[in-house]
Structures are given as structure tokens and as C-alpha cells.
């Protein structure tokens, strides 16, 4: 393990988008860190470059976030090769738009397993190993302004969401006795992968009639008149990573440029 290492650090879903910034803002601030996630091609890329630029260690492993096995591994190879998990970061995720009439329980199932389910398990099994190896740790989880709004276009996901924000306060009250913080970060439209996919899916639905004109139109509703890019949202989660944030726990941060005034 590299002395002057902060410890170390997953961040799932890290291969592209608000995740990999993420994983970048940590790496650089001096934590060796491991992206979990399942593309392959991208998060080996994404762990070379990061690597590359802060010099800190860096490396993939290809993981299922809802199988707890898998997320196991994760944790094991991150305390065997960096020597602890200090940090932890849900991260992964993903959406895809129904009507509210017509959503579906297939969809359901697989964005609640995703979203929800893969933060309890990911919260669960790093908090284990904190307490096994006596660490203070963080543990980051990502929700969405949709947790505290519900959009009609995205009733699964906004659920899944919310179910962060509620995992996030649960989490929160079973380990402040072993000094580990829970909180979550909440961005609002962020210009990512997702989004792209996202701007096809709703021009399917008609809900849109021409690539971007949906984005454009969320756009409009925020006070600082931009969407986001990955590296806005980086520096809340870096704090809630830090010692700075010690006195903090259970708390859900909004990073939407003031689209959602809760």
C-alpha cells in the first residue's frame, strides 16, 4: 500500500459520467481508488487515465452491484490491494423513461435493483469491512432530485431515489456508533451518457421531437441556467468524503444549480 495514501476508495458505476469524475476528484485528492463496474472496455480506460493523471493507484473491477457477491469481491480486493476501504461511493446507476400509465413491473424490478438495492448492499458489505478493520469511513451515496420530486415520465426511478435518500438516513443511524457517516449527494440534470440515452428514449415516447430539445426544456427551470456537467457535482462529493464533513450524517445534498428549492 502506498504510504501516503488517504486509504482506499470505491466508487461503483465509474466508468463514464458523474461516477468516473467522482472517482478522478478522489484519486487526486490522494485516495487510491477502485471502479466497480460492468463495462468492461470503458472502466479499464477510465482506470488507465485516471491512474495517468494523479499517479495514485487506480484499477477496475468488473461488478454487478446487485450481487452482493460480486460487491464482496469488490471490497476484498480493495482492502488486499490499498489496505482498507476508507470511502465508499454508490454511485451506479440508471433510468428509463414510461409513461406513468403505462409503467411496468419489469422495469420496475430492474431500476429498483440497480438504484435502491445495490446502495444497501454496497452500504452494508463497506461498512463490514470498516468495522472489521476499524475505520472511520465515508460512505456517499448518489440520489437525484427525483428523490424528493417525483417526474411522471420517471415514477421507478424517482422511487429509487427516494428509496436512497431513506437508505441514506438508515444507514446513517446504524453506524454513528462506529464512527462511520452516511450522506447523500442529489445532482439534477447532468449533461452524461445517461442523458444522451435518455434524449433518445423520450423522443421515442414523443414526449420530445428532436435530440436535445428535452434537456433544453429542464434547462429552463434552473436558476443558474446550465445543466451540470460530472465535474459540478465532484467537489460536494469530495467533501462528504473528507474530514471536513465528520459532524455530518444522514443528510442528502442538492447539486441542481437551484432547479429543485427544498
Known amino acids: 500500500m502506498n504510504q501516503q495514501t488517504k486509504g482506499g476508495a470505491i466508487v461503483t458505476g465509474a466508468a463514464s459520467g458523474i461516477g468516473r469524475a467522482i472517482a478522478e476528484g478522489l484519486s487526486l485528492d490522494g485516495f487510491s481508488v477502485l471502479i466497480a463496474d460492468l463495462d468492461e472496455e470503458r472502466g479499464n480506460l477510465a482506470a488507465d487515465e485516471i491512474g495517468a493523471v494523479s499517479g495514485a493507484q487506480t484499477v477496475f473491477l468488473s461488478t454487478d452491484v446487485t450481487q452482493r457477491d460480486q460487491v464482496c469481491a469488490a471490497v476484498a ?32 424490478h430492474k431500476i429498483l435493483d440497480v438504484n435502491a438495492l445495490a446502495v444497501l448492499i454496497g452500504t452494508q458489505e463497506a461498512a463490514k469491512a470498516m468495522i472489521a478493520d476499524q475505520v472511520r469511513g465515508k460512505i456517499v451515496n448518489v440520489a437525484s432530485i427525483t428523490g424528493r420530486t417525483g417526474f411522471a415520465d420517471h415514477a421507478p426511478y424517482s422511487a429509487s431515489k427516494a428509496a436512497v435518500i431513506s437508505l441514506t438516513q438508515s444507514g446513517a443511524r446504524a453506524l454513528a ?16 451518457p445517461l442523458w444522451e440515452q435518455l434524449d433518445i428514449d423520450l423522443m421515442e415516447m414523443g414526449v420530445s421531437s428532436a435530440p436535445g430539445e428535452a434537456i433544453a426544456a429542464l434547462e429552463k427551470e434552473i436558476l443558474l441556467g446550465r445543466v451540470a456537467k460530472p465535474r459540478d457535482i465532484v467537489g460536494t462529493a469530495l467533501f462528504l468524503s473528507s474530514e471536513g464533513s465528520d459532524y455530518m450524517t444522514g443528510q442528502t445534498l442538492m447539486i441542481d444549480g437551484g432547479m429543485i428549492l427544498q
Do not use: H, Y
Open 77 to 108: 480486493r480493495c482492502q488486499d490491494q490499498f489496505g482498507n476501504i476508507k470511502v465508499m461511493v454508490n454511485n451506479a446507476g440508471f433510468n428509463k423513461p414510461e409513461p406513468f400509465l403505462n409503467a411496468s413491473e419489469e422495469m420496475w
Open 177 to 192: 456508533g462506529n464512527g462511520i457517516t452516511v450522506n447523500a449527494i442529489a445532482p439534477g440534470v447532468v449533461a452524461t
